[in-house]
């Protein structure tokens, strides 16, 4: 028998699209387009067209000491360049954006590779070397799991997840980097990742409708799918509870007890 | 006993002026950092001092544009006060540095092992009278006055206004003997039963309870506090039972008065932390709780003591001693302050309060099981995370996730203490919360919460050294407590709550219990939130002014 990763425990809809998500069998599906150039404007790293700094040669000249990690292990293209390391960092709003924090950061753990990430309630950090993150921060910010309202690309300054929407539906943003094109419908950046004003608008498309939104969350809701529906959720939170607790110093002698 | 009852929703009318269930709102017309009296005001004293003295300061225009949303105003938990935000930093607020200088500045020393060394040592009598003849003493001493040496400098009283000296009893016959200006008299401060209990704790020792001046902490530390009162308590044995300075029994007297017989706030703290007795980071929860008197004042509230002990703890250890002493800045306070303000954590716990008495009867009658810990926390978190899914004003009072999860983690240890009777399983029950917040949501606090929330459960039910303590008895330097805020103020309340739904007289220390059972100390131990309110309105009077020696 061949095991098949379950990924997350659960049968509702949410647990079936966090095993979507963390499935790297998985393709993300495409829902828009962002050139190159674009994407460099709104993470605000280089300029557009300016060449990737680097810390160190490129490996091949580094003349590397024989190490069998070193065999083993493939290099990234931003690693076997010498990039720096830069990030991308998403907010996620409450109000159904289509992914949580730490299903990015399970996602990330099971997509790629040369990261670090970090998970926090308002905001979630993957850092790479700078071609690697430009690479991961497009097919992200193209795909599902971005939502133009409800997901904010934000470096600082991060507030806002756990705010109300918008007469927009946006998610609220203390700096302002991102503005409803009311004649086109859709969410402009005007400024970068780090807050600073951009040369020109980035459009990143229209909002999905909430109905949408509703149907590919990975977040459990009182106004959405309840926990409560999904007992094999909460059978597995007891059981990480338990183990947790009976696994680790104790003075009890009998389990249940 | 006040029952659930939804309180938040009004402070929410309040707090906002619009639906609490409404999902949309607007933003950036508020008018920046204007729209606040106390930013504004700060704004006008700032332009003052820096044209005074040439350099500038506090300027919000150089800095992220404050209110870009509303600025909120906060209602303190089971007051009326609804007051600004920056009045909540302990900076701006007399109320809360008082409730620290208060804790700070108290050395509890107990008086029978120097009466001990009195009698069968150097047989000289120590009876009523000589204990008040002491008490009078003592009283001149403790603020700075010179009772064996001659010649000395002596403090200016003014200064020392809140200093003085009180002496309790767990004996009645010898209580009804001593001075009632000195005395903290249980039977009248407790009520019946719990006067009874205390009584019978501390038996016919005899304890006095030192306040040494407000200033004496904030100019020194807490490690002066308790060498401060050692050494007048030394000088003032020798002054009231006539005794030579010289002689060896002095030595007795002094190890007893500066060691063998003090209670510190607060225990001296490992080098990796180093700060020294009667500072925050050695304070445990039970004394917190017992600091706090609700109580005795509202003894068939055990809700409201619980939250009137998080309270302080939000103040004490959240605000001032991670937010200052371990970190600095100012985000902390905004973190705190979700624990007692709006009503939100007033209605998780009175809900869990209920629930105990639909579910169990009463409380203390849950069995202290595996599934009766998980079922109850999953009931009370699936409550609390669905209240802020419900009404999205709540969600924005608590914007930051760490706020959401110690509020709610709070509610199932809390419930689960006192459904149990124990602080043990409540704080077992504190972690399960944290498990199932980060399952429902997909997210939960900042990073500290992937630490210590996650690995929490392994020592809850273990007492050994290095391994556990019972609950009552750990505090910020519990290896893993002093990394986060909001779980301090709330692992306060955890080790209160049962106790509190006992009906115990105190949580881990009569004596401290009845050392703050004290009407002349400034802050009111009784009403913390109150006591906060008017520190915010500018209402409150502290102690430690120097008005006698400034121009």
């Known amino acids: 028998m061949v095991y098949k990763a379950q990924f997350v425990p659960g049968e509702s809809i949410v647990s079936k699209n966090r095993k979507k998500y963390m499935d790297p069998e998985y393709k993300f599906k495409k829902l828009r387009s962002l050139s190159d150039e674009d994407l460099v404007l709104v993470l605000g790293h280089r300029a557009p067209g300016e060449d990737f700094k680097s810390v160190h040669p490129p490996l091949d000249e580094m003349g590397e000491p024989d190490c069998i990690i070193r065999e083993l292990v493939e290099p990234t293209e931003g690693a076997k360049a010498g990039d720096r390391i830069r990030y991308v960092q998403f907010t996620d709003s409450v109000y159904f954006a289509p992914i949580t924090p730490y299903q990015r950061a399970w996602a990330y753990l099971h997509r790629y590779r040369g990261i670090d990430t970090g998970t926090l309630s308002g905001r979630q950090i993957i850092e790479a070397r700078e071609r690697d993150v430009e690479k991961y921060a497009k097919e992200l910010i193209e795909s599902e799991t971005f939502d133009p309202a409800r997901t904010g690309i934000r470096g600082r300054t991060v507030h806002g997840h756990a705010v109300r929407l918008d007469e927009n539906g946006l998610m609220f943003d203390a700096m302002q980097r991102y503005i409803f094109d009311a004649d086109s419908g859709e969410v402009k950046y005007v400024k970068n990742m780090g807050g600073e004003p951009i040369d020109r608008p980035v459009s990143v498309g229209k909002p999905l409708p909430d109905e949408e939104l509703e149907k590919m969350t990975t977040m459990f809701r009182a106004d959405g799918v309840s926990i409560t529906k999904d007992p094999e959720v909460l059978e597995v939170v007891n059981a990480v509870h338990w183990g947790r607790t009976f696994g680790g110093y104790k003075s009890v002698n009998r389990e249940g007890q | ?551």
């Not at chain 2, 209580?175 to 039977?187: E, K, M, S, T, V």
């Not at chain 2, 504190?430 to 919460?449: P, V």
């Not at chain 2, 986060?484 to 709330?490: D, E, F, L």
């Not at chain 2, 913390?528 to 121009?551: L, Q, S, W």
Request: hydrophobic fraction near 35%; charged fraction near 20%.
């Open chain 2, 1 to 551: 006993m006040v029952d659930s009852r939804k309180l938040y929703i009004d402070s929410m009318k309040k707090k906002f002026q619009e639906k609490p269930e409404d999902k949309k709102t607007q933003f950036y017309n508020y008018g920046t950092w204007k729209q606040s009296k106390s930013k504004s005001k700060f704004v006008e004293s700032s332009k003052k001092i820096s044209a005074e003295r040439g350099i500038p300061g506090y300027n919000p225009d150089v800095g992220l544009a404050q209110g870009q949303r509303l600025l909120m105003p906060y209602q303190l938990s089971h007051t009326d006060y609804i007051v600004d935000m920056d009045d909540i930093h302990f900076m701006n607020n007399a109320a809360m540095q008082q409730l620290w200088d208060d804790i700070r500045r108290t050395v509890i020393v107990g008086m029978d092992m120097a009466h001990n060394i009195l009698e069968k040592r150097l047989g000289k009598e120590v009876t009523p009278e000589t204990i008040n003849h002491y008490m009078e003493l003592i009283n001149h001493t403790m603020p700075g006055g010179a009772v064996i040496q001659e010649h000395m400098c002596e403090v200016n009283p003014e200064l020392a206004t809140d200093c003085y000296v009180k002496i309790f009893t767990g004996d009645d016959e010898l209580a009804d003997q001593l001075d009632n200006r000195f005395l903290i008299d249980i039977n009248k401060e407790f009520p019946e039963d719990q006067a009874q209990q205390i009584k019978e704790n501390i038996g016919k020792s005899t304890y006095q309870v030192v306040r040494v001046p407000t200033l004496v902490g904030r100019v020194c530390d807490g490690g002066t506090i308790s060498r401060w009162s050692g050494m007048q308590i030394g000088m003032t044995m020798m002054g009231a039972y006539n005794m030579a300075a010289g002689e060896a029994a002095t030595a007795d007297f002094s190890y007893a008065a500066k060691h063998a017989s003090v209670i510190n706030m607060g225990s001296f703290m490992p080098a990796r932390r180093a700060r020294a007795n009667n500072e925050p980071g050695g304070i445990p929860f039970g004394v917190m709780a017992d600091c706090v008197q609700s109580s005795r004042l509202y003894p068939d509230d055990p809700g409201r003591h619980t939250l009137e002990a998080i309270a302080a703890g939000a103040v004490v250890y959240d605000q001032i001693y991670l937010g200052s002493y371990m970190s600095g800045g100012v985000g902390f306070t905004q973190y705190a302050s979700a624990t007692y303000t709006d009503n939100i954590l007033e209605d998780f716990i009175y809900y869990g309060i209920d629930y105990i008495k639909d579910k169990y009867g009463d409380f203390c009658a849950a069995p202290t099981t595996k599934d009766e810990i998980e079922k109850i926390s999953t009931d009370i978190g699936v409550y609390c995370l669905e209240t802020y899914e419900k009404y999205p004003t709540v969600m924005e009072s608590h914007f930051g996730g760490s706020q959401r999860a110690a509020c709610i983690s709070a509610a199932s240890g809390c419930a689960t203490a006192m459904a149990t009777g124990s602080a043990q399983a409540g704080s077992n029950a504190w972690y399960h919360s944290m498990i199932l917040h980060k399952e429902e949501m997909g997210r939960l606090g900042f990073y500290g919460y992937d630490l210590q929330d996650m690995c929490g459960s392994s020592n809850t039910f273990s007492f050994r050294s290095d391994e556990g303590l019972p609950f009552e008895m750990r505090g910020p330097n519990y290896p893993n407590y002093a990394m986060n805020v909001g779980h301090m103020s709330a692992y306060t309340g955890i080790a209160t709550a049962p106790h509190a739904a006992r009906g115990d007289a105190w949580t881990l220390s009569p004596i401290i219990k009845v050392a703050f059972a004290d009407k002349h100390l400034n802050f009111d131990f009784g009403h913390v939130t109150d006591c906060y309110g008017k520190g915010c309105m500018k209402e409150f009077m502290p102690a430690g002014e120097r008005d006698a020696i400034i121009p």
